[in-house]
């Protein structure tokens, strides 16, 4: 029987570790053969596993104590009321909470899923795994050619802009394929002659496809984020918000 065609689909499947054992057989088989395609599944699974490391901390954050149970029926039942009455409230309020709440509580735990404030968390989590590397924080170099638009265009499905910050003090030093829960983003890095370097992070999005630009904070690292026309757009740097801002406006201005 003739292997069905291997698909981009297949190699993201085999990078989550999700294929059926007969088709993970067939892309372990590929890639074999294919070397440029075992690099980047390589490159991949390094990403995947340097976002797991960087987002973990936040996902395991416990839930804020304006949201215990406690604290929500002292702070909704009257001061002077008969403590039968009290216990019947809370009882009620345990019962609402335990029906509708819990799934809107969970999400206080966790990052943001969805538009720019997803965009900002995944680009300050690139940061976190990448601008401290000194030895390899890209992939493809910016070397005057026109690889990096081209390693670009590949990894976003269109013509992207690289905007060109050293009228702001910040030199490009190129890119590499980020993998997000959304699609895969480039992610580009520049730094300056005091070894400071921003992270700006480029993909496709589904939720605020036109956005005004908006500050995120993440720790120490605080980035602005927007969107237009489909394209979502997150630089963020260990530097503060109205420094960061001008450059943020530079770059927006190119793109």
């Given amino acids: 029987m003739t292997m069905k065609p291997i698909t981009e689909d297949d190699i993201q499947a085999y990078v989550d570790d999700v294929l059926d054992a007969e088709r993970h057989r ?3 088989d590929y890639l074999l053969t294919n070397s440029e395609a075992a690099a980047r599944v390589s490159s991949d699974r390094t990403h995947a596993k340097a976002l ?11 839930v804020p104590s304006r949201l215990n149970l406690q604290t929500i029926v002292a702070a909704r039942l009257p001061a002077r009321r008969p403590h039968a009455f009290r216990l019947a409230a809370a009882a009620v309020l345990l019962l609402a909470v335990g029906a509708t709440g819990g799934w809107m509580m969970k999400g206080y735990a966790l990052p943001p899923t969805e538009g720019v404030a997803a965009l900002a968390q995944e680009a300050s989590a690139s940061y976190g795994a990448f601008a401290g590397d000194r030895l390899r924080p890209v992939e493809v170099r910016a070397d005057g050619s026109d690889t990096l638009q081209q390693f670009a265009a590949m990894t ?8 060109d910050l050293t009228k702001a003090g910040y030199r490009l030093m190129g890119g590499r394929v980020i993998p997000t829960a959304h699609g895969n983003g480039f992610m580009l890095m520049y730094d300056d002659d005091r070894g400071s370097r921003l992270v700006m992070l480029t993909r496709r999005m589904a939720v605020d496809q036109n956005k005004p630009m908006v500050a995120s904070k993440n720790g120490d690292v605080q980035g602005w ?5 489909g394209m979502g757009f997150s630089l963020v740097g260990s530097i503060p918000h109205e420094d960061l801002h ?6 927006r201005a190119q793109i």
């Fill in 26 to 28: 067939d892309v372990s």
């Fill in 246 to 251: 001008p450059i943020a406006d530079v770059a």
């Fill in 52 to 62: 797991r490391a960087a987002l973990d901390p936040v996902a395991r954050e416990p």
């Fill in 156 to 163: 976003l499905g269109r013509v992207a802009a690289i905007p």
């Fill in 225 to 229: 984020s927007w969107a237009k026309n």
